[in-house]
């Protein structure tokens, strides 16, 4: 309740709980607009489960692509932290094109930070081609890169004339912005700029040809997507950029739709392909049997052809009546219990729908570093306020292609699209959520305890940085990025396993032994005697 609310925020210093104030709300569908504040500073001092702008462009939309050998210009932290922690799976025809289990850094010392290190980097980059020949490098900047000046992208153009290969530089230093978020955005751009459009080829080879965008592979998600999309008939382009490649990525150009996983990371390649080639995005949700069965009946509807409806029913139809039995198996330990569902920035959503699949309630949801418009809905970017942190990240502006540009369909069967599936569009999170339940941006480890103090929680879905304190206090958690190294959990088989993963946290004996900090006052005491009680 509202007043639980306030008790909590009252535990604040005066300044710190006018902050946090403004980025929780309880939803109440009878207020015509409940305003969020997103993508702003974290309190200094506050544990939050953020991360920085060189995770967001090395670590989450860089690092996927396995056919280039991504270097980490920095001390050897960084790199290391990025060492496929984040479960970006791959595969690869060519063996030798694929890098994906190593990790390159430059491994900055002292002498670098004093003296520099764009000599260090030069020569990173040409033992890079002496030893692996890959299709292109990406150079990822760390925190003290920017503090003393190297000229990553000096040192890229140079490197990519003496080879000729593409190198591309991304002044992603942590700092570059208040958390991932920045490194996405700055890591769009130079896709965009460099790689996307870049070959010569016109004409996507096949029907139906689609990218698929925000979409990480985590755990082998894309596989399992991919494999129901290619039944179906759809010719995949690229994914960006789960098991992606530079050489995919160059052909995008050629799809006729683009389908939006996760809005957060890519929204910007997403609109920058409608603008330039004409290529209008669809918001997807392939996570739950719901949400995969109603994304491909959306792609179907935007392709308008009999042929594509009926096989997308038929496949349906039939992996829907193949998992039904399991889904239903699991759902008999799950029902009726509730969950917090807490991720960084597109999952936070997307997995409420598999939660209540299984009879799992969400009461409390949010993002560590999304924007107002992925828990409003798009119509609130006009606005939204660029502070100075916003500022700070390189706006690129595209225009149409001379060439290439398209209209993928018409106006008025843009518009008449509109009216049934989200062409270009994304309504956010609060719309699909339950009067009463808590939204949050940025939770930090302190609101952590205190709501699950007051909601008492049966599952607990978040990352690696909180999971272990909630652990023991009883609760079972489960990673909704890593997905606890299972997976994968996204459509139809995956739905599947996730249930499974669920039941079984719940199924376990651990919790007998664990006592919540607010159990430890004994309901009843008594002393047992021979007699018994
Ligand atoms: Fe998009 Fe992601 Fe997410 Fe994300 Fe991430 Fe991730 Fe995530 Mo971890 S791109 S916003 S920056 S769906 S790495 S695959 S799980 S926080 S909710
Ligand atoms: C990142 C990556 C991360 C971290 C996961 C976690 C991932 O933010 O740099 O905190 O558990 O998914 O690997 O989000």
């Known amino acids: 309740t509202e007043k639980e609310l ?24 009878a207020e015509s607009a409940q305003v969020i504040e997103a993508n ?10 953020r991360g920085c702008a ?36 791959a595969q690869s025809d060519d063996p030798t094109q694929n890098f994906l289990n190593y990790c390159v850094s430059t491994d900055m010392q002292e002498s670098d930070i ?4 764009e000599k260090k980097l030069a020569k990173v980059i040409d033992e890079v081609i002496d030893i692996f020949h890959p299709k292109a490098i990406t150079v990822s900047a760390t925190c003290p890169v920017g503090l003393i000046g190297d000229d990553i992208s000096a040192v890229a153009r140079s490197a990519e004339s003496r080879h000729g290969v593409p190198v591309l530089a991304f002044s992603c230093e942590g700092y570059k912005g208040v958390s991932q978020s920045a490194g996405h955005h700055i890591a769009n751009n130079i896709l965009m700029e460099r790689v996307i459009g870049a070959s010569e080829t016109e004409k996507a080879a096949g029907k139906y040809p689609i990218n698929i965008l925000g979409e990480y592979n985590i755990g082998g998600d894309s596989w399992e997507v991919e494999r129901v999309l290619k039944e179906i008939g759809y010719t995949i382009v690229s994914v960006m950029t789960g098991d992606g490649s530079y050489e995919e990525l160059k052909n995008a150009h050629t ?41 491909l009946r959306n792609m179907a509807l935007y392709f308008d052809d009999e042929a594509l409806i009926a096989k997308t ?29 807490f991720v960084g920035g597109s999952r936070g959503h997307h997995y409420q729908g598999l939660f209540a699949e299984i009879g799992i309630e ?41 060439q290439r540009f398209r209209l993928k369909v018409s106006p008025e069967k843009m518009e008449e699209l509109k009216q049934k599936i989200p062409l270009s569009d994304y309504a956010g999170m609060a719309v699909t959520m339950k009067d009463g339940s808590i939204i949050v941006d940025d939770l930090n480890h302190f609101e952590t305890e205190e709501f699950i103090k007051i909601l008492k929680p049966d599952i607990f879905a978040s990352g690696i940085k909180d999971k272990y304190v909630i652990q023991k206090m009883g609760i079972p958690a489960k990673q909704l990025h890593s997905y606890d190294y299972s997976g994968p959990y996204a459509g139809f088989n995956g739905a599947v396993n996730f249930a499974r993963d669920v039941s079984m946290g719940f199924a376990s004996p651990t919790w007998n032994f664990i006592v919540p900090p607010w159990q430890d006052e004994p309901l009843l005491t008594g002393t047992v005697t021979e007699e018994g009680v």
């Not at 060189?54 to 932290?81: E, F, N, Q, S």
């Not at 496949?315 to 239903?328: D, F, S, T």
């Open 114 to 117: 004093v003296f520099g290190g």
């Open 54 to 89: 060189y995770a967001g462009c090395k670590g989450v939309v860089l690092g996927p692509l396995k056919d280039m050998v991504h270097i980490t210009h920095g001390p050897i932290g960084c790199g290391y932290y990025t060492w496929g922690t984040r479960r970006n799976k």
């Open 313 to 341: 029913e038929e496949v349906i139809a039939r992996e829907v009546a193949r998992i039904e039995p399991l889904m239903e198996q699991y759902k008999k330990i799950c029902d009726g219990k509730t969950a917090f569902c």
């Open 362 to 402: 969400t009461v409390l949801a949010g993002y560590e570093f999304a924007h107002r418009d992925d828990y409003e809905g798009r119509q609130v970017i006009p606005t939204i306020k660029t502070d100075a942190d916003s500022k700070n990240i390189p706006q690129l502006t595209v225009s149409a292609d001379e």
């Open 6 to 29: 306030q008790e909590i925020l009252d535990q604040y210093p005066s300044k710190v709980q006018k902050n946090r104030t403004k980025h929780i709300f309880i939803k109440d569908g």
């Open 255 to 295: 799809a006729e739709l683009n389908l939006v996983q996760c809005h957060r990371s890519i929204n910007y390649i997403a609109e920058m392909l409608e603008t330039k080639y004409g290529t209008p995005w669809l918001k997807v949700n392939f996570i739950g049997v719901q949400g995969m069965s109603e994304s």
């Open 40 to 49: 702003t500073r974290t309190i200094p001092g506050i544990i939050t489960n």
